[in-house]
């Protein structure tokens, strides 16, 4: 069985980047998904699972700052 890989932190930094600047609305267009694509060398359904997967993290990690 394949193990899966963390991806790559210059790319994880682009993401979290761009998560930030957008916060309000955390849906990149699909011409914003390919630039990301281009820029990390990643495919775009990566690019789409780490954008799903920050979406679904998100209200957590707005409780756990209020706890804080």
Not at 6 to 24: I, R, S, V, Y
Not at 35 to 41: E, G, P, Q, S, Y
Request: aromatic share 8%; charged share 40%.
């Amino acid at each position: 069985r394949k193990r899966r890989g963390n991806l790559p932190k210059e790319a994880t930094k682009a993401f979290k980047e761009w998560f930030q600047e957008h916060k309000d609305s955390p849906y990149p267009s699909e011409d914003e998904k390919q630039r990301l694509c281009d820029m990390t060398k990643l495919n775009m359904s990566q690019v789409n699972n780490w954008f799903i997967n920050a979406r679904r993290r998100l209200p957590r990690q707005d409780a756990k700052q209020r706890v804080e």
